[in-house]
């Protein structure tokens, strides 16, 4: 790959601007970090740790038994679960099986989960033996390819005094019963060699993930990427993630070997967590904290700062409401939280205060980034120091990595520097396109001097020193805590009730969330349907952050010319008020 060299004088020392060694299979890094760090900490769960070696050998059990169970290379398997322990042997086994993970949102209804295995066609599914977890799996893979259900209680994960006493006590949580031929996940470890299949894996080409997405139109699409995508991302960010000895100081890239203990609060379903977080830690043979329940505690959030006291983690990867979260907590003086070294901020812009406010408890440096799911995620990061970090901006992109500012017409004309445009990426992070899905990915890629580049969708500029900034999105996204939802996905859903006849949905401003969901509706002549109906709808189809949190009926919505509803008229009346 050609090295880009970005035009900046503020480039971060030491930082290469290429990214090499990525065509390798992502599975790769567990095997390496637990032929160098076996007895290491991988995985931390409620006091009880699992190192490397054990990691792997439950990862080669898992590929040995999903083969037993007929999955072949190329196959989807689906991961529906929180942050366990059993998510990074489970992953990587079904890497090392050459399957494809497919990686669902733990709060999604039954029909959207339905809809993910059915469009993947996932073979098989993972799931925590919970009461509402499982049953929504249950109902989910009706209708779908899927032939396996394998379950995972969390007992075997805790150390023997807690699983002891949860046992006892009933605290365990698991499913109510269990339907006929699903496997428990210990019998299945148990009864498996730890020999995995001789998978040949070309980085280049070979998928290692479809996660879903809206994308740049709403529509639920599958991001399929390849191997050498994480391996890109995660080389590119161990080396920009640096740690600075003193502010404006030298820094140094994240070190291996367990110096290093990764938070695991963001959702290892998302690719934000899944790179920066689970994978960063398993490739610098760090430790991974599991926070199954980032909301958990009394007050919310309270037990998040427990484990940071506890477990001391050095670095830190999440959305700006948890940054929020802890600066507000009213708890925040009795914890230490010193630990901490590097963080890194995305998902939304960050509140300058509130990175202040971080900082000061903490002593650590945060800087900002960008991505996508279509990009495993990182296309851009500020430098890891206070002196050339630029709060607004979304930094420089990473190494091996180009950003052009585009016109937003045809995507082929680039933009003067310091003009809008939209932000066209190119880099091995990029994905291979959306899964089965030629039309959309005509609409997101385009050829410039001979290289590929993905359309993200948002508006920005580059200023006179490199610095990139997004000023607007072209597509009517809403960011609720750093997640994405996408209006026409929820309309769909409010079009599904016989007492609609028109609506639209927009983000709005939220000072917990950044944005939150509100919906307009126009009724069919007559109805008498009531918000709290259509919100109680909503809930029983969409995941929680997906949720109206507020409707407003109106006679009529306002349409262009061609009959489209007008959401940007709707959102600057909001924001008018």
């Known amino acids: 790959m050609t090295e880009i060299k970005w035009p900046t004088t503020n480039w971060p020392e030491g930082v290469s601007h290429d990214v090499t060694g990525i065509n390798v299979p992502l599975f790769s890094m567990l095997d390496e970090s637990a032929a160098k760090y076996p007895n290491n900490a991988f995985t931390i769960f409620n006091g009880a740790t699992r190192t490397y070696a054990q990691v792997k050998d439950t990862a080669d059990r898992i590929a040995n038994f999903l083969v037993s169970r007929g999955i072949k290379k190329g196959d989807r398997v689906a991961i529906f679960l929180p942050n366990l322990p059993h998510y990074p042997p489970i992953y990587f086994g079904i890497l090392k099986a050459g399957a494809v993970c497919v990686t669902c949102n733990p709060m999604y209804t039954a029909d959207e989960l339905n809809y993910q295995l059915g469009d993947a066609g996932a073979k098989a599914v993972f799931v925590m033996d919970h009461p509402e977890f499982y049953k929504t799996a249950t109902k989910a893979i009706k209708n779908t390819p899927v032939e396996t259900v394998v379950v995972c209680n969390v007992k075997s994960y805790l150390p023997k005094v807690k699983a002891i006493l949860g046992g006892l006590l009933g605290k365990i949580p698991k499913a109510d019963s269990h339907e006929s031929g699903h496997v428990m996940f210990d019998d299945a470890v148990a009864n498996a060699k730890p020999e995995p299949p001789q998978v040949d894996i070309d980085p280049d080409k070979d998928l290692a993930l479809i996660i879903y997405t809206g994308g740049t139109t709403g529509v639920p699409k599958g991001a399929a990427l390849q191997h050498r995508c994480f391996m890109a991302n995660v080389l590119a960010v161990i080396d920009w993630a640096r740690i600075p000895h003193t502010p404006g100081g030298p820094t140094e890239p994240l070190r291996e070997g367990g110096f290093h203990s990764f938070l695991g609060v963001l959702p290892w379903y998302h690719s934000f967590g899944m790179t920066l977080v689970m994978l960063c830690s398993c490739k610098t043979g760090s430790s991974l904290i599991c926070i199954p329940d980032p909301r958990a505690g009394n007050p919310p959030f309270t037990e998040v700062l427990k484990a940071v006291q506890t477990y001391k983690p050095t670095f830190v990867a999440a959305v700006p409401t948890i940054y929020v979260a802890f600066t507000n907590h009213p708890l925040l003086d009795k914890y230490d939280l010193t630990s901490m070294m590097a963080c890194c901020s995305g998902g939304a812009p960050l509140p300058v205060e509130a990175a202040k406010k971080f900082e000061a408890k903490t002593g650590a440096v945060i800087f900002e980034g960008y991505g996508l799911s279509e990009t495993a995620p990182i296309l851009c990061a500020n430098p890891a120091n206070v002196d050339t970090r630029k709060f607004g901006s979304i930094g420089f992109p990473i190494p091996g990595t180009d950003i052009k500012i585009v016109d937003t017409d045809t995507g082929l004309k680039e933009m003067p520097q310091g003009e809008d445009g939209e932000l066209a990426a190119y880099g091995p992070q990029v994905m291979e396109g959306y899964w089965q899905r030629p039309d959309a990915n005509e609409q997101v890629f385009r050829e410039i001097d001979g290289k590929r580049y ?124």
């Open 454 to 577: 993905f359309l993200t969708g948002d508006i920005g500029n580059i200023d006179e020193n490199g610095y990139i900034t997004i000023t607007d999105r072209k597509k009517d996204l809403i960011l609720v805590g750093g997640f994405n939802c996408y209006p026409r996905e929820v309309e769909e859903v409010l079009y599904g009730h016989s007492d609609v006849e028109n609506a639209a949905v927009v983000g709005i401003p939220d000072q917990k969330s950044g944005e939150s969901v509100k919906a307009f509706v126009q009724k069919v002549a007559g109805s008498t349907v009531t918000e709290q109906e259509l919100l109680d709808f909503c809930k029983e189809r969409l995941a929680g952050y997906k949720r109206p949190r507020s409707i407003e009926f109106r006679d009529e919505l306002p349409t262009s010319v061609v009959g489209k509803v007008l959401r940007r008229v709707l959102r600057d009346e909001e924001l008018g008020k």
